[in-house]
């Protein structure tokens, strides 16, 4: 599967974005798929996974009750919805998929490109 994340760009702290990421090929929904980000200077970190059906999701806790993650498998497309952003949240988000409901880096064989979230303070 490839994956093509798009949705980012430059907000005042408090403000909302939607990534969405499109995946390729008819076997989206076998996949679980996550959003990671790696800001400036810092490690790529997990930041939400959701289950191949969407009944599932796991968030990191600095996101929780921001970030909405979902899906749609009928046009192949994972969402995240970041509300009340931060200056913290400013990093390149990617998002990946995996046969298995995981929040490892290792756990995901396919990513996209990622796109770029700044967030001013």
């Known amino acids: 599967v490839q994956l093509q994340a798009c949705g980012g760009g430059f907000v005042q702290a408090g403000g909302s974005l939607r990534l969405s990421c499109a995946a390729s090929?008819?076997?989206?929904?076998?996949?679980?798929m996550g959003w990671f980000r790696q800001a400036p200077g810092k490690e790529r970190e997990f930041v939400v996974v959701i289950n191949w059906s969407g009944a599932n999701t796991l968030y990191t806790d600095s996101v929780k009750g921001r970030f909405t993650i979902s899906r749609d498998n009928a046009k192949n497309t994972v969402y995240l919805q970041m509300n009340s952003l931060e200056p913290e949240d400013t990093a390149v988000y990617y998002c990946?998929?995996?046969?298995?409901?995981?929040?490892?880096?290792?756990?995901?064989?396919?990513w996209g490109q990622g796109t770029l979230v700044t967030v001013s303070s």
């Open positions: 090929g008819r076997t989206f929904s076998s996949y679980a």
């Open positions: 990946a998929a995996a046969l298995t409901y995981c929040s490892f880096n290792e756990c995901y064989g396919h």
